[in-house]
């Protein structure tokens, strides 16, 4: 606490020295909502410099001051809200009549922040848009660029930090009220508002490893989350845009982290105080309106045994046999089915027994992943039923199917995969929809067709004004 009053001391003084009057309603502001002018967008950076280990600020470039901040330039004036118990957030604005004409923003850390790659790591991994662009003839359209730009970061789980700090300096840039919500240290969530109350459009910013970089090959671009789904947020973000642009200030924006692994972001995000009556996922659905979701049940099967030497196996047992005996007949269970979204499914993804070849295996897993069609009770009693009292069953994670809005005009269909939708029902009555395939997802040849994603953004368009109007 003593540490915080010094900072805040210290930030007084330097507003002292930089302005001489401030207008009320722009007092600097501690921990708070905050107004900050937009940063400067340069097409020809692309390398945030690290933080160091008591300060992550995402802003621009000119560092300035005793404390270390970056300063921000701009015409237009968004907000951005820093929401951690980890973090506590500062902002030092300066004001000539009323006007922003330039700010500071300042954010320490209680906890040290996630390890940084090296920059020249980072430059090694980085393709820009306009490198991208210099192979082809085609030019970029604003959804195209943006999407390069995105699919230039590497954000596969874990690594997000870049992709979010491009996304809220974007934003603020353009005049949202932005708030980053800290899901764990290093790793936010991006919430861009104006008015509420409306829609939001939302998607994740991670992806599967291992990360490609962006190709533009005829009307195809290539790249880790082409389609799944950084594609799908810069279709969002330029829809939204649009519609801010036009006077429609009644669409949010939600970008998550981590929806490919565990779903921490959404998780997360619906706790915070959402105010839209709908919600608009994004999730390649080959640009049909979902009607609905298969669940996702994880179970891991465990059988044991006793170990002992392989030449005297007798004198062991091998939980490895009977498990080898037991998964094939997983293929005579009659598991449950619906009429929108087709059978339970299941697959064995992975296999572990055993500690070395000339060892009987005293422990031996498998586990699956369940496609839920319905309740999920009923299939958890088929499965204790296979599994019998040899084996243990573990279940783990689980999110429900689900049967979601849809409106005139679009192409219909149900998809198999499970997305963040379920974890956000405070965010409003759900829908799917976006550009791109989910056969191409999580394939080193990852692409969308780019006339498929400039059409998204007036699919977008036309989805929130419906709902809007309904």
Known sequence: MRSLRRIRRLAQKEQTNRVSSIPPPHRFTFAEDFPTPPTRHDANRHHPRPASPRRNASCDDARVGRLGVRRLDGPKAGRLRIVSAAIVTLLVSSFTKGAP???SLC???????APQHPASER??????????????????SDVVALATELLSLDSTTGRERESVDLVARWLIARGWNVTLQEVETGRSNVWATRRGGGVTLSTHLDTVPPY???????????????????GIAAAMMIAAQR????????VDLLLVIGEEKGSPGARAANRLPATSQWLVNGEPTESKLASGGKGAQRVIVRMRGREAHSAYMHLGESALEPMLDLLPKLRTLKLPTDA??????????LMRAGTEANIVPGLAEAELM????GDVAPVKEIFTGWAGARAELIWGSYIPAQHFHTIDGFDVAPVAYTSDIPLLPNWGQPLLFGPGSIHVAHTP???????ELEAAVGSYERIVRTLLST
């Open 101 to 103: 004409i330039a700010g």
């Open 107 to 113: 954010v320490f850390r209680d906890t040290f922040p």
């Open 340 to 349: 929108l979204l087709g059978d339970t499914t299941y697959n064995i993804g």
């Open 123 to 140: 430059r090694s991994q980085r393709t820009r848009s306009s490198d991208v662009y210099q192979h082809n003839s085609r030019a970029m």
């Open 370 to 373: 369940i496609r839920l069609v």
């Open 212 to 230: 490609v970089a962006p190709k533009l090959d005829g009307n195809r671009l290539y790249g880790r989350g082409s389609c799944d789904a950084k």
């Open 243 to 250: 519609m801010a642009d036009a006077g429609e200030e009644r």
């Open 445 to 451: 040849t990852e692409f969308i067709n780019v006339d």
